[in-house]
């Protein structure tokens, strides 16, 4: 779940190298809390995660547990043989408070294996190995991506070249990009393959910049047979990396590489994309990949759980599934948030129970008669309510200060940073987020939601709100979110 709270370069660089190390039951101040410590591989990467995403961790355990969580950080020694790879697995802790040294390791998944990264290669995140097109759940709204994805795997350069995979967020775009490279190296483990997100391979650009070794960058491509780049959409805007991109696209194309990209859009809606690189975007074969259908939802689930190792109920999966309908990693997500809390509270998994724990976190527009969207089915094709149709009748129950606690805990920030004087993107762009909310949501005035966030003037609050309002248009996943969001406020009300 932290891969959807954090960007993907930050998740595979240094999320994803931490290890479970142990969870005890204590106090804190005559308060129960969990200790959970967390192996880290180095101490850059311990500093680097405890000053940025420490609270993030914290807030995901707490909702997973919860419970109040203290969480620690040690150094442990990278260790890449089998046994290590596959943590002991144990009897999931009591309620009751145990001492530390009685206390059972935390329980997770198992570490995944890394490929090697090739000394020829470009400094980019290896593959994952677990996406593979064996665990990818085809259904009507994916398939023609999912059939460009293996044609292009068992012949690379000669057929859809490029391709081209767009889609809202956490649908499994990167889980097919990923595939397409593991069956290539499964079948010919001599290929080099280079994974990259557009914001890697800008900093990598604009870092051969500054040291003054450009043509040693765009060496690094060369040696590079099968190319794939997620989050293309980063490129626009950034003229001198879209015209060193547009180079070794080049290049790589005219030598006959695979190039497999991924965008939260289509090569059309890019519009401040460079017309060149828009053009050849669209010379190979376009696949959207859309919000999945309940079948599909149900069988991605089914499939989860069998990985998880975990036996569900038909009757919670079908709850589920209706429950969280536009993202799969969410949908996943959530399965692994209940699976974990009813092990640790060696609970039975029942449908009363997933709705205790996950209807607070993972409400979305038109999840069903628990709360209904003023008649909106999302599998109808119909456009989705405005944010004023979803505040109907709740607007003197919705205050600013429930979007700030939501839109924070959202965040992985506290309510003091959300309205104070900070001005980093992501806290900008959470600030933002919830002025508009506010706007929309209640019947304060521009200079009344200035007033809650910290003493802004009314002018700060309406540029907020403009600039939300038309990015939403333009940006999928914005979208998205502030209605995912607004749709929390609204359950939060209700109760």
Avoid at 377 to 392: K, Q, T, V
Avoid at 415 to 425: A, C, F, P, S, Y
Wanted: hydrophobic content about 40%.
């Amino acid at each position: 779940m932290l891969a959807t709270r954090v960007n993907k370069p930050t998740f595979e660089a240094h999320i994803r190298t931490l290890k479970p190390l142990e969870l005890t039951e204590g106090t804190d101040r005559d308060q129960p809390v969990y200790f959970i410590t967390l192996g880290v591989p180095t101490a850059f990467t311990r500093e680097w995660v405890e000053k940025r995403h420490a609270p993030t961790i914290q807030n995901l355990l707490e909702e997973i547990l919860d419970r109040d969580v203290r969480v620690r950080f040690t150094l442990v020694a990278r260790d890449t043989s089998a046994a290590a790879l596959e943590p002991t697995r144990t009897s999931p802790p009591a309620r009751k408070p145990q001492s530390s040294s009685n206390a059972p390791p935390l329980t997770m998944a198992p570490v995944p294996h890394r490929l090697p990264r090739s000394a020829e290669s470009p400094d980019a995140p290896e593959l994952n190995p677990r996406y593979t097109f064996n665990n990818f759940v085809t259904g009507p709204t994916n398939r023609l991506a999912h059939s460009g994805a293996i044609a292009v795997a068992q012949s690379p350069g000669n057929v859809y070249n490029p391709l081209f995979l767009y889609g809202p967020p956490g649908l499994g775009k990167t889980h097919l990009m990923h595939a397409i490279g593991n069956q290539l190296k499964e079948a010919q483990p001599e290929a080099r393959v280079a994974y990259v997100s557009a914001e890697a391979f800008t900093s990598s650009f604009q870092a051969s910049l500054r040291e003054k070794r450009t043509e040693a960058f765009r060496r690094s491509w060369r040696g590079v047979d099968i190319f794939l780049v997620d989050d293309i959409q980063f490129l626009a805007g950034k003229e001198y990396t879209r015209e060193e991109f547009f180079h070794v696209f080049n290049e790589m194309y005219q030598t006959g590489k695979q190039i497999v990209i991924c965008a939260d859009r289509s090569p059309r809606e890019l519009r401040t994309m460079d017309e060149r690189l828009r053009s050849r975007f669209e010379s190979g074969l376009i696949a959207d990949i859309a919000p999945p259908d309940l079948e599909t939802r149900l069988a991605i689930l089914h499939k989860k759980a069998e990985a998880e190792g975990m036996r569900i109920p038909d009757e919670v999966l079908l709850y589920m599934a209706r429950l969280v309908q536009s993202n799969i990693r969410t949908l996943e997500g959530a399965l692994v948030k209940l699976i974990a809390y009813a092990s640790l509270v060696n609970s039975p998994v029942t449908t009363q129970l997933a709705a205790d724990i996950l209807e607070r976190y993972y409400i979305q527009a038109g999840i069903g008669a628990s709360l209904p969207t003023e008649g909106h089915n999302p599998e109808s094709g119909d456009a989705p309510p405005s944010l004023s149709m979803m505040a109907s009748g709740l607007r003197g129950k919705i205050s600013p200060e429930l979007i700030q606690k939501i839109v924070a805990r959202r965040f992985g920030m506290s309510v003091e940073t959300l309205t104070g004087k900070r001005r980093d993107r992501e806290t900008a762009l959470a600030r933002q987020i919830a002025m508009h909310l506010s706007r929309e949501l209640t019947e304060l005035s521009l200079p009344g939601i200035g007033q809650v966030f910290g003493g802004k003037d009314h002018t700060t609050v309406m540029h907020a709100c403009e600039r939300i309002k038309t990015q939403i248009p333009l940006d999928d996943s914005l979208d998205n979110l502030v209605r995912e969001l607004a749709m929390q406020v609204r359950a939060q009300a209700m109760q």
